[in-house]
């Protein structure tokens, strides 16, 4: 489908519409409508509801066991979609002024993204919490993949903000911070020159696509904890990858329901959402030996080919595995934030566990286990 704007206005929208990200006004108004006041003081396992995930768009108007209009109860940007700020953003533009200090400094560091130093918890503050749609966007836009794939910038924005509220705000470790945390290393791969010169621009919406949506919808809890209590998504995912493949799932149904690819042919666009399901499924970490022994026979035999689609899409793989965790390997500041985050996380979950009866998971129990010993147990 062809844009109904041209480049220079699409891409003029497209910076307003970024500034609108930007504003405070916008945070305040989706606190407003979100659930994070009937979330407070409960644990996800206890409001964790995915019975509703399909990948068709649902209907936005279908009523929620709890009463409230919204297709998805967790699924604060469910609301957005009907807001009349997705529905027709080019009425708030003029409303729109940006805040130059903070955007000013967002765009500054934007500057050295590629760097291994970028601290994406300054740059979530600059940006309002906007993290992941902001440098997602401004990776689209280097890039130039708006052109070269033809998006349509409303739907571009519709989709960023749709994957950065299906991120879960109130889990310690994985939240939208961590998404755009994971999205600027594999910029930083992707980058490297021996790479950066093979790769195709399917290749890189492909591997920025993925690590912006690889923990999607993230409960806050392990495969092992869902399996445990019987979640039916351990069921419908008969116990194996019971995560990745719901984070592959939902990233899918947002990518329909922004309508982000639907001028692309269906054979193409079924290409898409397949290779970007390998790339998600492969940051399981319970398949990690499968990914590094086909990687390392590579290496052995020295015959990994970058002209090879299927070598590179390997490469990706292993791109997007390490970028997930990579936060050691991040300069101490960062690096120890990051432990402290994860940590929290795994103790919420033990605390639950505790509280329901059930055997705490190893690493989980905040009695017996420390940040140090949870770093070295890698269990995530
Ligand atoms: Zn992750």
Not at 202 to 226: E, K, M, R, W, Y
Not at 294 to 318: E, G, K, P, T, Y
Request: aromatic share 8%; with cysteine.
């Amino acid at each position: 489908m062809k844009s109904f704007l041209n480049r220079t206005d699409q891409w003029a929208l497209f910076l307003n519409i970024m500034c609108l990200l930007l504003l405070p006004g916008d945070v305040r108004v989706r606190s407003q409508v979100g659930f994070e006041s009937e979330r407070r003081g409960s644990h996800p396992y206890l409001y964790v509801d995915f019975r509703g995930l399909v990948l068709a768009a649902p209907s936005t108007e279908s009523v929620s066991p709890w009463g409230c209009r919204c297709c998805r109860p967790l699924s604060f940007q469910r609301r957005l979609a009907v807001s009349p700020s997705l529905l027709c953003p080019s009425s708030r533009l003029t409303l729109c002024f940006l805040d130059d200090d903070y955007a000013g400094q967002a765009k500054c560091m934007l500057r050295k993204v590629g760097s291994w130093d970028f601290d994406i918890f300054l740059f979530d503050r600059l940006t309002n919490g906007n993290s992941l749609a902001t440098l997602t966007a401004h990776l689209f836009n280097q890039y130039g993949l708006i052109e070269l794939f033809q998006l349509d910038v409303i739907k571009l924005y519709r989709f960023l903000v749709l994957i950065q509220e299906d991120y879960h705000s109130h889990n310690p470790y994985h939240n939208a911070v961590h998404a755009a945390d994971v999205t600027q290393a594999m910029y930083c791969y992707l980058q490297e020159p021996q790479l950066s010169s093979s790769l195709t621009s399917c290749d890189i919406l492909l591997g920025i696509l993925a690590a912006a949506t690889h923990d999607l919808d993230h409960p806050g809890v392990n495969q092992s904890f869902l399996i445990k209590t019987n979640h039916h998504l351990a069921s419908l995912y008969q116990n194996t990858s019971v995560l990745e493949n719901h984070h592959w799932r939902s990233a899918v149904g947002l990518l329909r329901q922004a309508g982000l690819l639907e001028h692309l042919p269906v054979e193409d666009r079924q290409n898409l959402e397949m290779r970007l399901g390998s790339l998600i499924l492969a940051t399981d970490i319970s398949r990690q030996n499968e990914y590094l022994s086909q990687f390392r026979s590579h290496l052995d035999q020295d015959d990994l080919n970058l002209q090879n689609s299927a070598h590179r899409h390997l490469v990706l793989q292993m791109a997007l595995k390490c970028a997930d965790i990579c936060n050691p390997c991040r300069p101490w500041e960062l690096s120890k934030q990051w432990s402290g985050k994860v940590t929290e996380e795994f103790f919420n979950q033990g605390d639950i566990e505790k509280k329901h009866g059930l055997e705490v998971s190893p690493l989980c129990d905040r009695q017996l286990d420390t940040v140090p010993n949870i770093q070295t147990g890698k269990m995530y």
